[in-house]
């Protein structure tokens, strides 16, 4: 059976509430995987997800954990809606006689993982340096030999400070670096993501005809979810080392995505590919079990039917 039609706004407004709700329920947790995949060998500051949380609450207090959160609330909405709009967008046009084989429930992951890195390296490249910021001052504070300025300041910057140093140094082009590495991960990602819901979603129907309960949705998306996440986790560490501006002067810089693969596998070991995954699943798998619900239940269309309607 065909995927049900949504009009696009509906689907914008829902992958946006989507967005905001999950990125407030987990961005701390984000915010310990970005600082754990910065750590290189010699600048161990965090041991874990929970040390690097406490310790982040002790030095910068609560708030310290949502740095970043200002800039991926404002551009999640439009990510999560570029996203899962353009899924469906795909799905629908790639759909023959009322079937989706598995190859073109790819093709259309794949069109949606494309589409979103529009929003998503910019968002993530000004996130990462404001969500680091922390580690580099502790680092400051109790390695004062290991730090050395990078390209932007690192005393408490602003998303527009570092938008305004960006574009003035290097234009649009700094608000994208790390482009290749965005895609490498995030293609992958919906091409397993979106199958594997829209699989694990049609197990728990009601019947041929009848929708997935809200509660198989979200467990869907979870489980979909953390799966995608914890595949291509190897990708998000190489880009947010390689969107990283600031390091310490005995942390490696990197030139590209070979050579950034070259010094972890050199210095790090395999393992280091591996750095913030568990962080990473418990951060996807909310955050697109609560897309897929607001998503399925129809969250915007009840809000917009509410809305009065021109006479005809």
Known sequence: MADKQISLPAKLINGGIAGLIGVTCVFPIDLAKTRLQNQQNGCRLYTSMSDCLIKTIRSEGYFGMYRGAAVNLTLVTPEKAIKLAANDFFRHHLTQDGKLTLVKEMMAGCGAGTCQVVITTPMEMLKIQLQDAGRIAAQRKLMPESVVAGTVETKSPTAMQLTRELLREKGIAGLYKGLGATLLRDVPFSIIYFPLFAN???????????????????????????????????????KTRLQSLNRGSTEDTYSGVADCIRKILRNEGPAAFLKGAY???????????????VYFLGVAEYFLALLPKKDQ
């Open 200 to 238: 694990l979603n049609h197990l728990g129907k009601r019947g041929v005809e009848g929708p997935a309960p809200f509660y198989v949705s979200f467990f869907s998306g979870c489980l979909a979810g953390s799966t995608a996440a914890v595949a291509v986790n190897p990708v998000d560490v190489i």
């Open 279 to 293: 962080c990473r699943a418990l951060v996807i798998a909310p955050l697109f079990g609560i897309a897929q619900v």
